[in-house]
């Protein structure tokens, strides 16, 4: 059956790779792109909801579909206010899962990283961890969460540590073998495709794939 999507994060490297995914795909009638300033998309199956996420409570009765893909993500580098951080690894998805389930959404789709963990010392990994967590306790029929390790693909904007780093990993990687294999680094269209897969399947319970595991499913 074709399904009514929502995409938060539409604007990111794996949410731009996702958009196109999903309105290419035969089985997607409907994408709700829910955005802080406007994409001007031009589809007929998008539709664009401009909201302020800190009030997010006051768009909830348009917040509809059967599938929800979160996308959402930033670096300490782009937000260096720790509150700003923390609302927008942890906070604004969170939220979002809930207004979403209460408004009958059966899937959820959360792009984490691989080394998520809320014990972590690091910042990045802490929240990413946290908010799987909580995730985990809001009894989503089809939770899923995806691990990748360092994304390579052509940004809107510039990070210059992070293009010497894929760099880098063009000659790293073919060395990563074994155990060290879940380490190489993953395109991120090769995430978004994955995410498109698992949503069509109409499995049931909480699924964590690893980058390497997101390779196969690709």
Same mark, same amino acid.
């Given at each position: 059956?074709?399904?009514?999507?929502?995409?938060?994060?539409?604007? !990111?490297?794996?949410?731009? #790779? @996702?958009?196109?995914? $999903?309105?290419?795909? *035969? %089985?997607? /009638?409907?994408?709700?792109?829910v +955005?802080?300033?406007?994409?001007?998309?031009?589809?007929?199956?998008?539709?664009?909801?401009?909201?302020?996420?800190?009030?997010?409570?006051?768009?909830?009765?348009?917040?509809?579909?059967?599938?929800?893909?979160?996308?959402?993500?930033?670096?300490?580098?782009?937000?260096?206010?720790?509150?700003?951080?923390?609302?927008?690894?942890?906070?604004?998805?969170?939220?979002?899962?809930?207004?979403?389930?209460?408004? !009958?959404?059966?899937?959820? #789709? @959360?792009?984490?990283? $691989?080394?998520?963990? *809320? %014990?972590? /010392?690091n910042?990045y990994l802490? +929240?990413?961890?946290?908010?799987?967590?909580?995730?985990?306790?809001?009894s989503?029929?089809?939770?899923?969460?995806?691990?990748?390790?360092?994304?390579?693909?052509?940004?809107?904007?510039?990070?210059?540590?992070?293009?010497?780093?894929?760099?880098?990993?063009?000659?790293?990687?073919?060395?990563?073998?074994?155990?060290?294999?879940?380490?190489?680094?993953?395109?991120?269209?090769?995430?978004?495709?994955?995410?498109?897969?698992?949503?069509?399947?109409?499995?049931?319970?909480?699924?964590?794939?690893?980058?390497?595991?997101?390779?196969?499913?690709?």
């Amino acid at each position: 059956m074709p399904y009514q999507v929502i995409l938060v994060g539409a604007s !990111g490297l794996i949410g731009s #790779h @996702l958009l196109t995914a $999903l309105i290419e795909s *035969a %089985e997607i /009638s409907g994408i709700l792109l829910v +955005l802080r300033k406007p994409l001007n998309i031009s589809d007929p199956k998008v539709q664009e909801l401009i909201v302020n996420f800190n009030q997010l409570e006051n768009f909830s009765s348009d917040i509809k579909g059967d599938i929800m893909y979160s996308c959402l993500g930033t670096t300490r580098a782009k937000t260096p206010d720790s509150d700003l951080y923390r609302k927008i690894d942890l906070e604004y998805p969170l939220k979002l899962a809930e207004i979403g389930i209460r408004n !009958g959404v059966l899937q959820f #789709h @959360l792009v984490s990283s $691989l080394g998520a963990d *809320a %014990e972590a /010392s690091n910042s990045y990994l802490k +929240l990413k961890g946290e908010l799987e967590n909580e995730l985990k306790k809001l009894s989503i029929p089809s939770l899923h969460i995806y691990q990748p390790s360092l994304l390579s693909g052509k940004r809107k904007e510039s990070r210059l540590l992070e293009k010497l780093a894929i760099s880098a990993f063009k000659f790293i990687n073919p060395l990563l073998l074994g155990p060290l294999k879940k380490f190489r680094s993953i395109r991120a269209e090769t995430v978004a495709r994955a995410m498109l897969n698992q949503s069509l399947k109409e499995l049931k319970g909480t699924f964590i794939y690893p980058s390497i595991q997101i390779q196969e499913l690709a």
